[in-house]
């Protein structure tokens, strides 16, 4: 595995790869590396000859007040990884790297950024596109993948290509969890034992709300409504994990996150943001109809 923090240095060596015919992924990170990640070079590796990983604590993607300075950063640890899973080029560039002096353009995903993350972090989203958008014209993969952990910036991210005609694939990454069901996180470093315990309840509820709606979905249960799901829920977290910070739990539809107020037929996703203590956790969990 070869790091390299230069784009001048990265982009002939992977044109040149190009021109040779290999195929290229890129799993975009900002490090920290934990089985999430590595799960995402395992699974892009079966399908490219050339894998890129980007380490980038990305400052834009961050608003005021949140962790950007705090956000736990190793690069020794993670170059050990990642070399070990079978990267081949570890990019790390500096933000004087990204972003050159005078840097004024932001690339923005207009609707599927309003609601659930986007609207509790204004901002942040434009951030993420606009990173992202910058690594696909450095790296220029075939495929790019993406875990479904932050499921929002996931659509986000296959709305951008769509609309802009990047020549990239775009895979998923399944979320990856401890045993105990907490989908694991970089923020996870955040959490004090009592609190990881807490934090359980994030992944029983989406469990919860699953059965609830699947119910509803097979059994055609018309005793409760969706936004009754919501509020029981809501209610759960509170009493029975001591969860009192809900930043949102939306039941929305897959391809457009509007919120569903019916089911048809159609994919559902439970979607929730949730403070621990400081932290501030996601999860979510997909029912496919
Ligand atoms: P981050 O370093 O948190 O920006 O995450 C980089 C990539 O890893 C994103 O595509 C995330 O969705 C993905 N990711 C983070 N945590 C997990 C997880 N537990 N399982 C699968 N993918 C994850």
Known sequence: MERISKISELKPLLKKAKQNGKIIGLVPTMGFLHQGHLSLVKKIKKKVDIVVM???VNPTQF???????KYPRDLKRDSKLSKKVGVDYLFTPGESEIYRENFQTEVSVKELQRGLCGQKRPGHFNGVTTIVTKLFNIVDP????????DFQQLRIIEQMVRDLNFDIKILHGEIIREDNGLAISSRNKYL???EKQRAQGLRKILLYGKKLLTDII???NKNITVDEIKLKLKKKLKEKYDI???DYINIIDYETLSDIQEIKKQDIVIAAAIYVGKTRLIDNIIIKH
């Open 54 to 56: 980007s380490i980038f």
């Open 63 to 69: 608003g005021e007040g949140e962790d950007l300075d």
């Open 142 to 149: 075939d495929f790019a993948i993406f875990g479904e952990k």
């Open 192 to 194: 004090d034992d009592q």
């Open 218 to 220: 097979t059994k055609n």
């Open 244 to 246: 009192n910070k809900i």
